[in-house]
């Protein structure tokens, strides 16, 4: 339905307009008509729509940059060996607790056994943190679009066309040169992973099988090994293409730190002309949702970086960077608030008036989300902010102790049925019997005997990491029969996390606790 929100609305515009006190008109198509000063005459067509007075900041919708889904049920994997060189030793690690046991299996049986459980979970894990686009969807038996939140895999933008192609696993040169740069043609986009390691390590040599895209459209996650010669090198490739477009590194500092006791030269990058956005990346390495990682970004500016980057700088990386990027494949939709684009929305409490609105943002935690809309539709949030803003189906959480509502059933779509007690019996079903919920998924899988892109297949989803050494199970079709599934991750920093950081160890990340006394 069309509506009006009212508020200070930070419109990540490019002017950077902060209107104070502003509207943003919501249109029934889940577009904004219009962002205009509150006492500005409504757009046509919203003189009778509800006008909502949040008495908040109203900001785009976050989006992360970096993700995968199937495995954020699980905690953070407290590694043996860390520091690892690069991406490929952590895999392989088979002391306790290892990666198969601890991340692979745990996360496999779940995707296979409890599908829509698993993708919903998630889905509120980062809707709770204000996220209402993310990248990292599962590969799947059946195409499976966001139920809450726009998954950037596999949204149809523009037109109905799936212009964003991605790949967290290297691909070979040859694909590289041959498949994917000519398809980086303007009008698409490839999200990948690129020397994820230390400086000097053997990953480096990905980032020269990457030269072919080295174009307009290139989104790279990582880059953790790459010099300022590097960033000079991807920086002149695009602009010779088009001097009006930025390459984009996707920095994800959180897991850099707890995998490699490094990161990336976010600094040199920016310094050299590149964009820079953020990524949660994933729970067993990673923080809760963008918002928490949007912290890790800013303890590292102030500590590591001597604030290279303003606070309207960070908080460009969970908005308007991340959206620029994506406007190569999907024009202006996300990342700004401004007529025309998508109505994903972030209400935020101003818990302190004192300090600006990105600096409101940047400390914001997970109490503070008073309102997250995705399409103009209103997923989660306080329960008076959701009845307002035409909320139906809600259920109850409680979410850093306070009462909020979600909308996790969508009547509008068969395969999302399960509403939020549903979801979590789902889970726990599987983690009670691991073995039986298994052998249940692979028996229907192989009683369909359809083809497995039909709406109607059985919804299996696979993970897009590196399984590590799985043993002869996997191979057998069955599990470890000892399988522990571990508890479900919370959907919150909470006092468990921030232990298993402290036992870490890793300087940098040490900080990420102030934000949340």
């Not at 407290?78 to 601890?102: F, I, K, L, M, Q």
């Not at 369909?448 to 897009?464: K, Q, S, T």
Request: charged fraction near 25%; proline fraction near 7%; hydrophobic fraction near 40%.
């Amino acid at each position: 339905m069309a509506i009006v929100l009212q508020g200070t609305v930070v419109t990540f515009d490019s002017d950077h307009r902060i209107l104070d006190p502003g509207a943003v008109y919501v249109g029934d198509d889940g577009r904004l008509a219009a962002v205009r000063p509150a006492a500005q005459d409504a757009p046509a067509g919203f003189s009778a729509a509800p006008r909502i007075d949040t008495g908040a900041l109203i900001l785009p919708g976050l989006v992360d940059l970096h993700n995968h889904l199937t495995y954020n049920t699980l905690p953070l994997w407290e590694a043996a060996g860390v520091p690892y060189a690069h991406h490929d030793r952590w895999v392989d690690e088979d002391h306790p607790p290892g990666y198969s046991t601890s991340v692979t299996w745990p996360a496999k049986v779940l995707a296979q056994a409890a599908p829509e459980a698993l993708v919903k979970y998630v889905e509120v894990k980062a809707l709770i943190g204000g996220t209402t686009s993310i990248q990292g969807a599962p590969a799947s038996t059946r195409a499976v679009d966001g139920w809450l939140l726009r998954i950037i895999d596999n949204e149809k933008l523009p037109a109905g066309a799936d212009m964003v192609m991605t790949s967290a696993l290297q691909l070979d040169a040859e694909e590289l040169r041959e498949i994917r740069a000519p398809k980086l043609d303007g009008t698409r986009v490839l999200i990948y992973h690129v020397a994820e390691g230390k400086p000097g390590s053997i990953v480096h040599r990905e980032f020269d099988e990457l030269e072919p895209c080295l174009k307009p459209g290139l989104v790279g996650v990582h880059g953790t090994a790459l010099t300022a010669a590097d960033f000079t090198k991807w920086h002149d490739a695009v602009t010779a293409i088009n001097a009006a477009e930025k390459g984009t590194v996707v920095w994800s500092p959180f897991s850099n730190y707890w995998l490699y006791h490094d990161t990336t030269d976010v600094a040199e990058a920016d310094k050299k002309g590149l964009r820079i956005a953020l990524g949660s990346d994933w729970s067993p390495s990673g923080t809760k949702h963008v918002l928490g990682e949007l912290k890790v970004a800013d303890a590292v500016n102030r500590h590591e970086l001597d604030g290279h980057f303003s606070d309207r700088d960070l908080c460009d990386m969970v908005t308007a960077n991340p959206g620029d990027a994506l406007a190569t494949a999907w024009g202006p939709q996300v990342g700004r608030l401004q007529r025309g684009s998508a109505a994903d929305l972030l209400v935020l409490e101003r818990h302190n008036p004192a300090e600006g609105a990105y600096r409101n943002l940047i400390e914001a935690t997970e109490r503070h989300v008073r309102l997250v809309m995705v399409r103009g539709r209103p997923f989660y949030g306080a329960p008076a902010l959701m009845t307002a803003a035409g909320a139906t189906q809600t259920d109850t959480i409680t979410v850093a102790g306070l009462k909020r509502h979600v909308a996790v059933r969508r009547p509008d779509r068969a395969d999302a049925k399960l509403d939020w007690p549903g979801i979590k019996r789902a889970l726990e079903k599987v983690r009670k019997d691991p073995v039986a919920a298994w052998r249940a998924s692979q028996d229907a899988l192989a009683a369909w005997g359809g083809p497995l892109d039909e709406p109607e297949a059985p919804l299996a989803l696979f993970g897009d990491m590196p399984d590590g050494d799985v043993g002869a199970f996997a191979a057998a079709g069955e599990i470890p029969p000892d399988l522990v599934i571990p508890p479900l991750d919370a959907l919150t920093h909470e006092e468990a996390y921030f232990d298993a950081v402290a036992r870490s160890g890793v300087p940098e990340l040490q900080h990420l606790a102030e934000y949340y006394s």
